[in-house]
């Protein structure tokens, strides 16, 4: 996928999650798959059933505290604070981590952290990865499983941690997008949400300035051509032998009798 047409794409889904923000609320499972597209090349977003509102009995809260019940395959699109359940809760600036996720999952068809194990996806994203989350092969194969403990209880925590978190990781491979793009994503992805732009705000980023001077046709252009299914074959039935009328004789020159 072009940078061009992730910038698009990004832009209509962050001017979406800007006025769901105004209004007061928190979507709260924002990803690639929740990013729709329609004939007329108009960006839009889906996947309300998370949404949470920030009004209570009339007054508007700074921080919320609820966690769902998400399925566990949307976990590494969720913030660190999120994910912390603590006292501080969190607000809308946990949709624009998920804007960053979403964005690496735009740019490198595959979804940073969806690879690893829960719990140590989960001490990665609380710790903050040591790594760019848009490479794609991060942990070396046989790695990037959790060892049991000496206790016999895959908890997560102890050896097997120190040794694929520090020295043992592949290199990050080369960059292939702008450094525009990537300030982007290390914006929303920063573990502190108040260091994080606002959906509002993101959208004057230099990034989709760069993208508006790159775009020169429609936006539905840059759109990839859609896969063209052949028509399902059916074959013909083939036909009954002709019969004479009951009682006569078969096509064979066998006559047959009606029993009743």
Request: include cysteine.
């Given at each position: 996928?072009?940078?061009?047409?992730?910038?698009?794409?990004?832009?209509?889904?962050?001017?979406?999650?800007?006025?769901?923000?105004?209004?007061?609320?928190?979507?709260r499972s924002i990803k690639a798959s929740h990013?729709?597209?329609?004939?007329?090349?108009?960006?839009?977003?889906?996947?309300?059933?998370?949404?949470?509102?920030?009004?209570?009995?009339?007054?508007?809260?700074?921080?919320?505290?609820?966690?769902?019940?998400?399925?566990?395959?949307?976990?590494?699109?969720?913030?660190?604070?999120?994910?912390?359940?603590?006292?501080?809760?969190?607000?809308?600036?946990?949709?624009?981590?998920?804007?960053?996720?979403?964005?690496?999952?735009?740019?490198?068809?595959?979804?940073?952290?969806?690879?690893?194990?829960?719990?140590?996806?989960?001490?990665?994203?609380?710790?903050?990865?040591?790594?760019?989350?848009?490479?794609?092969?991060?942990?070396?194969?046989?790695?990037?499983?959790?060892?049991?403990?000496?206790?016999?209880?895959?908890?997560?925590?102890?050896?097997?941690?120190?040794?694929?978190?520090?020295?043992?990781?592949?290199?990050?491979?080369?960059?292939?997008?702008?450094?525009?793009?990537?300030?982007?994503?290390?914006?929303?992805?920063?573990?502190?949400?108040?260091?994080?732009?606002?959906?509002?705000?993101?959208?004057?980023?230099?990034?989709?300035?760069?993208?508006?001077?790159?775009?020169?046709?429609?936006?539905?252009?840059?759109?990839?051509?859609?896969?063209?299914?052949?028509?399902?074959?059916?074959?013909?039935?083939?036909?009954?032998?002709?019969?004479?009328?009951?009682?006569?004789?078969?096509?064979?020159?066998?006559?047959?009798?009606?029993?009743?």
């Open positions: 996928m072009s940078e061009a047409l992730i910038g698009n794409i990004l832009f209509g889904a962050i001017s979406g999650l800007s006025y769901m923000h105004q209004q007061g609320y928190i979507h990013i729709l597209i329609s004939g007329d090349g108009l960006v839009s977003l889906s996947g309300f059933n998370h949404l949470c509102s920030l009004v209570s009995h009339g007054r508007r809260l700074k921080d919320v505290y609820d966690f769902p019940q998400f399925s566990t395959s949307i976990l590494p699109w969720l913030s660190p604070e999120l994910l912390r359940q603590d006292l501080h809760g969190y607000n809308v600036k946990s949709d624009i981590y998920s804007v960053g996720i979403t964005a690496c999952e735009l740019a490198n068809g595959h979804v940073p952290f969806q690879d690893m194990p829960r719990t140590q996806m989960l001490l990665q994203k609380l710790k903050g990865p040591s790594y760019c989350p848009w490479a794609t092969n991060t942990f070396p194969l046989g790695e990037s499983r959790i060892k049991n403990s000496r206790s016999g209880i895959d908890s997560g925590i102890g050896e097997s941690m120190t040794r694929t978190m520090t020295s043992e990781r592949l290199q990050t491979p080369p960059k292939t997008f702008s450094p525009a793009f990537h300030n982007l994503i290390e914006l929303c992805l920063h573990q502190d949400p108040e260091k994080r732009p606002s959906a509002r705000g993101l959208l004057s980023h230099a990034f989709f300035k760069q993208v508006k001077e790159q775009t020169k046709g429609p936006f539905l252009s840059l759109l990839p051509p859609p896969i063209q299914h052949p028509p399902p074959h059916t074959a013909a039935a083939p036909s009954p032998e002709p019969r004479s009328k009951p009682g006569g004789p078969w096509p064979n020159g066998r006559e047959t009798y009606w029993e009743f």
